[in-house]
């Protein structure tokens, strides 16, 4: 029977899930995805990645079935199994595991938050094991932890104008989701929206993104020295009283000995660390402390640096001392909708199943408490245990979502780690991998398009629906395999739901509807409140917003920001950087791609056919370097083959190089992931002290012809 064209109202999870869509569907043959022009998240908006999803659903190389390896590792020698065959030989060897050397010798890695983020992490909790590995202290967790220890939750830009105001000034620190797609769980269109309307516009970046042509003030810092220009803000507002007195009287713990301690962090000290003029910081200072209201806009650009926490800590202070905290058009605290239960760890950690683990197995994670605002088990030091044994090595992984071949550093290690030392890898995914390839077993995991869900992660003041109108092959929703392992496991207590849809339902049910009403309805919530902290205070120690944070006083860390220089820059190594004198930053977003993610798509590689290495106009004439050409950027480290980009939005000094790159079209099973993957220029030796990043946006590295 011929059915007729219809379009199905959906949610994207392209990148981070905020968009609504229309899918377009002849028949059950999905033929195109648009933005939602009545989306209250987006608008109408979508970027190249959402709707290229008709292409990665039918793209001829999905993985479509479960795969066992046949051959050696890496051989590219498999055959296809049964999905229950695959389950049952995963609880058997994980229960094995169990048995023989204890939980703890299993661990569960991911990629970036996804909808599957609630039930990788519970699951490792609940099967008791601490060895959780994510790119969590990279990337958005850092400024989450920073923010729960400060003030008690994360303060996100006021840009849809509940409150009947929009920002009156803007500062863009470390982040360029306006080009990119999204970013924490906003729109980048929906903040362009808001940057227009702005009176003011401050871009706190070393590159010259597309909102510098627009902006007030463009501070062209040295990559890696955003605390020092913080710090100097922060100095600049105390200093000439240009602070919030009755926020900062009543509902503020701390301020006088930040007032004695940014005493000295004068803009003239920070001039020749930042390489902004110190006038330039004060007036941005100004600006931002004297119009109101203001947010702050921050980014993955504050986080990978040895010093990104202590950044984050800066900002917030910078926030709370400007009176901007919670007030319509400022940086606010979202209110959920009523009646739904939590699904995101960021309201509350239950959800990620912590009172699952022992105490016993927590003191057990590998990382071994050296980072102690870690968020997870941190992955550099992990994949080193399992090629040394020290403190031991994990006998099994599951990897959902993730390509940590390509998109970690330590690439080799990694790689090592998988093919000699792991007896037993689960790797869930899209497409075959390099990562994959490594694997023992492979399991075809559903497309956002093949999937129904409540929307939960990120945006917190509302909820999406997201509906499943294709199944390519025998894919399954990474959630419905953990279910059946984690049953299969005899992990009940945290899995309590006979099935996902029951889950749903569950989450659901205060609001007095399943799921199946829920998918009418399309969109939940939340009634916002401001100023909240007026009458239910902070959830901090102290009640207040700290300046001066107990809790990292308590872990023996310095209470209020203190800048560090980076391990390997002008200043701390200038005798290496004669053998390689450019500052190197990797790890900026593409907006055709998902980190590692849709190399192998048409339309969407076509846009984006090389990685990419920006370098200044004048250093390529000097290095005899042209538009185009293959170079090769070397680090202590590593090396990796790019294209050159002239481009004089950057400083002569510094290059910045793409990274996550791979070659799907090339022969596997490595697909030449070691040509030009800039994650290889990264050593190990050098993190933040609280979170374990690494200083991907401040390294050092030299560039030559190929």
Same mark, same amino acid.
């Given at each position: 029977?011929?059915?007729?064209?219809?379009?199905?109202?959906?949610? !994207?999870?392209?990148?981070?899930?905020?968009?609504?869509?229309?899918?377009?569907?002849?028949?059950?043959?999905?033929?195109?995805?648009?933005?939602?022009?009545?989306?209250?998240?987006?608008?109408?908006?979508?970027?190249?990645?959402?709707?290229?999803?008709?292409? &990665? =659903?039918?793209? *001829?190389?999905?993985?479509?079935?479960?795969?066992?390896?046949?051959?050696?590792?890496?051989?590219?020698?498999?055959?296809?199994?049964?999905?229950?065959?695959?389950?049952?030989?995963?609880?058997?060897?994980?229960?094995?595991?169990?048995?023989?050397?204890?939980?703890?010798?299993?661990?569960?890695?991911?990629?970036?938050?996804?909808?599957?983020?609630?039930?990788?992490?519970?699951?490792?909790?609940?099967?008791?094991?601490?060895?959780?590995?994510?790119?969590?202290?990279?990337?958005?967790?850092?400024?989450?932890?920073?923010?729960?220890?400060?003030?008690?939750?994360?303060?996100?830009?006021?840009?849809?104008?509940?409150?009947?105001?929009?920002?009156?000034?803007? =500062?863009?620190?470390? !982040?360029?989701?306006?080009?990119?797609?999204?970013?924490?769980?906003?729109?980048?269109?929906?903040?362009?929206?808001?940057?227009?309307?702005?009176?003011?516009? &401050?871009?706190?970046?070393?590159?010259?993104?597309?909102?510098?042509?627009?902006?007030?003030?463009?501070?062209? =810092?040295?990559?890696?020295? @955003?605390?020092?220009?913080?710090?100097?803000?922060?100095?600049?507002?105390?200093?000439?009283?240009?602070?919030?007195?009755?926020?900062?009287? #009543?509902?503020?713990?701390?301020? @006088?000995?930040?007032?004695?301690?940014?005493?000295?962090?004068?803009?003239?000290?920070?001039?020749?660390?930042? +390489?902004?003029?110190?006038?330039?910081?004060?007036?941005?200072?100004?600006?931002?402390?004297?119009?109101?209201?203001?947010?702050?806009?921050?980014?993955?650009?504050?986080?990978?640096?040895?010093?990104?926490?202590?950044?984050?800590?800066?900002?917030?202070?910078?926030?709370?001392?400007?009176?901007?905290?919670?007030?319509?058009?400022?940086?606010?605290?979202?209110?959920?909708?009523?009646?739904?239960?939590?699904?995101?760890?960021?309201?509350?950690?239950?959800?990620?199943?912590?009172?699952?683990?022992? *105490?016993?197995?927590?003191?057990?994670?590998?990382?071994?408490?050296?980072?102690?605002?870690?968020?997870?088990?941190?992955?550099?030091?992990?994949?080193?245990?399992?090629?040394?044994?020290?403190?031991?090595?994990?006998?099994?992984?599951?990897?959902?979502?993730?390509?940590?071949?390509?998109?970690?550093?330590?690439?080799?290690?990694?790689?090592?780690?998988?093919?000699?030392?792991?007896?037993?890898?689960?790797?869930?995914?899209?497409?075959?991998?390099?990562?994959?390839?490594?694997?023992?077993?492979?399991?075809?995991?559903? #497309?956002?398009?093949?999937?129904?869900?409540?929307?939960?992660?990120?945006?917190?003041? !509302?909820?999406?629906? +997201?509906?499943?109108?294709? +199944? &390519?092959? @025998?894919?399954?929703?990474?959630?419905?395999?953990?279910?059946?392992?984690?049953?299969?496991?005899?992990?009940?207590?945290?899995?309590?739901?006979?099935?996902?849809?029951?889950?749903?339902?569950?989450?659901?049910?205060?609001?007095?509807?399943?799921?199946?009403?829920?998918?009418?309805?399309?969109?939940?919530?939340?009634?916002? +409140?401001?100023?909240?902290? @007026?009458?239910?205070?902070?959830?901090?120690?102290?009640?207040?917003?700290?300046?001066?944070?107990?809790?990292?006083?308590?872990?023996?860390?310095?209470?209020?920001?203190?800048?560090?220089?980076? /391990?390997?820059?002008?200043?701390?190594?200038?005798?290496?950087?004669?053998?390689?004198?450019?500052?190197?930053?990797?790890?900026?977003?593409?907006?055709?791609?998902?980190?590692?993610?849709?190399?192998?798509?048409?339309?969407?590689?076509?846009?984006?056919?090389?990685?990419?290495?920006?370098? #200044?106009?004048?250093?390529?004439?000097?290095?005899? &370097?042209?538009?185009?050409?293959?170079?090769?950027?070397?680090?202590? #480290?590593?090396?990796?083959?790019?294209?050159?980009?002239?481009?004089?939005?950057?400083?002569?000094?510094?290059?910045?190089?793409?990274?996550?790159?791979?070659?799907?079209?090339?022969?596997? /099973?490595?697909?030449?992931?070691?040509?030009?993957?800039?994650?290889? =220029?990264?050593?190990?030796?050098?993190?933040?002290?609280?979170?374990?990043?690494?200083?991907?946006?401040?390294?050092?590295?030299?560039?030559?012809?190929?």
């Amino acid at each position: 029977m011929h059915q007729e064209p219809r379009i199905v109202r959906s949610s !994207c999870r392209g990148c981070h899930g905020v968009c609504q869509v229309l899918v377009h569907m002849d028949g059950e043959k999905i033929v195109k995805v648009s933005g939602d022009p009545d989306s209250v998240t987006s608008r109408g908006y979508l970027c190249p990645k959402g709707a290229a999803a008709p292409e &990665i =659903l039918y793209h *001829p190389d999905r993985l479509k079935f479960p795969l066992r390896r046949v051959g050696a590792r890496g051989e590219n020698k498999w055959e296809r199994t049964s999905w229950e065959a695959a389950i049952a030989e995963m609880v058997e060897r994980f229960d094995r595991i169990r048995r023989e050397w204890g939980s703890e010798y299993f661990a569960m890695a991911q990629g970036t938050g996804r909808p599957y983020t609630e039930f990788t992490i519970r699951f490792a909790n609940a099967f008791g094991t601490p060895n959780f590995i994510n790119p969590g202290h990279l990337c958005y967790l850092p400024r989450v932890i920073a923010s729960d220890i400060t003030l008690g939750g994360l303060p996100v830009s006021d840009i849809y104008g509940f409150g009947g105001k929009s920002p009156a000034c803007i =500062l863009n620190w470390g !982040c360029n989701h306006v080009e990119t797609g999204s970013a924490d769980g906003m729109c980048g269109a929906m903040f362009k929206r808001v940057v227009r309307k702005a009176e003011s516009v &401050i871009v706190v970046d070393p590159r010259g993104i597309g909102l510098v042509k627009g902006a007030d003030h463009w501070l062209q =810092l040295r990559p890696g020295t @955003e605390c020092a220009l913080a710090l100097a803000m922060i100095h600049t507002v105390i200093t000439e009283g240009l602070f919030d007195g009755d926020f900062v009287r #009543h509902y503020t713990f701390g301020f @006088e000995p930040l007032a004695r301690h940014v005493r000295f962090f004068t803009p003239e000290w920070a001039e020749p660390i930042t +390489r902004v003029p110190a006038e330039s910081i004060r007036a941005a200072a100004r600006k931002f402390a004297t119009t109101k209201p203001a947010c702050l806009q921050w980014g993955n650009g504050i986080d990978t640096s040895v010093n990104g926490f202590q950044t984050g800590r800066a900002l917030l202070i910078l926030m709370g001392l400007t009176g901007n905290i919670d007030v319509p058009g400022g940086n606010v605290l979202w209110v959920p909708p009523q009646g739904i239960r939590p699904k995101s760890p960021l309201i509350d950690m239950n959800v990620a199943g912590v009172q699952f683990l022992p *105490p016993e197995k927590k003191a057990r994670i590998l990382t071994g408490g050296k980072y102690p605002f870690a968020p997870n088990c941190h992955p550099p030091t992990f994949w080193k245990s399992m090629v040394t044994g020290d403190p031991y090595r994990v006998r099994g992984i599951w990897i959902v979502g993730s390509n940590p071949l390509v998109t970690g550093t330590q690439g080799l290690t990694v790689e090592k780690a998988l093919r000699n030392h792991m007896e037993y890898t689960v790797v869930s995914d899209l497409f075959m991998t390099p990562t994959a390839q490594l694997a023992d077993l492979v399991l075809p995991a559903a #497309h956002w398009l093949e999937q129904d869900d409540v929307v939960y992660m990120h945006k917190i003041w !509302c909820v999406l629906a +997201r509906k499943k109108v294709a +199944r &390519i092959g @025998e894919t399954r929703d990474d959630r419905d395999v953990i279910f059946d392992v984690a049953h299969g496991l005899g992990l009940r207590e945290a899995f309590p739901w006979p099935d996902r849809y029951a889950y749903l339902d569950w989450l659901l049910e205060e609001t007095g509807m399943n799921f199946k009403a829920f998918k009418e309805k399309e969109v939940l919530m939340g009634d916002m +409140r401001y100023r909240k902290y @007026e009458s239910d205070g902070f959830k901090t120690p102290s009640g207040k917003f700290e300046f001066y944070s107990k809790v990292m006083e308590h872990e023996g860390r310095p209470p209020m920001p203190l800048y560090v220089e980076p /391990p390997l820059s002008p200043i701390s190594t200038p005798d290496l950087m004669t053998e390689y004198p450019f500052i190197l930053m990797s790890g900026t977003k593409k907006l055709a791609f998902f980190h590692s993610e849709y190399h192998q798509i048409q339309s969407l590689r076509k846009r984006h056919p090389d990685p990419v290495v920006e370098i #200044h106009p004048t250093a390529a004439a000097r290095l005899g &370097i042209s538009e185009d050409s293959w170079v090769v950027v070397e680090s202590p #480290h590593g090396r990796a083959k790019l294209r050159a980009k002239l481009f004089d939005g950057i400083a002569p000094d510094v290059v910045n190089a793409e990274h996550a790159w791979w070659y799907p079209e090339a022969p596997p /099973p490595d697909y030449q992931w070691r040509v030009s993957c800039a994650n290889l =220029l990264y050593g190990d030796d050098h993190f933040d002290p609280d979170t374990g990043s690494e200083p991907l946006k401040c390294y050092i590295c030299k560039v030559y012809r190929a």
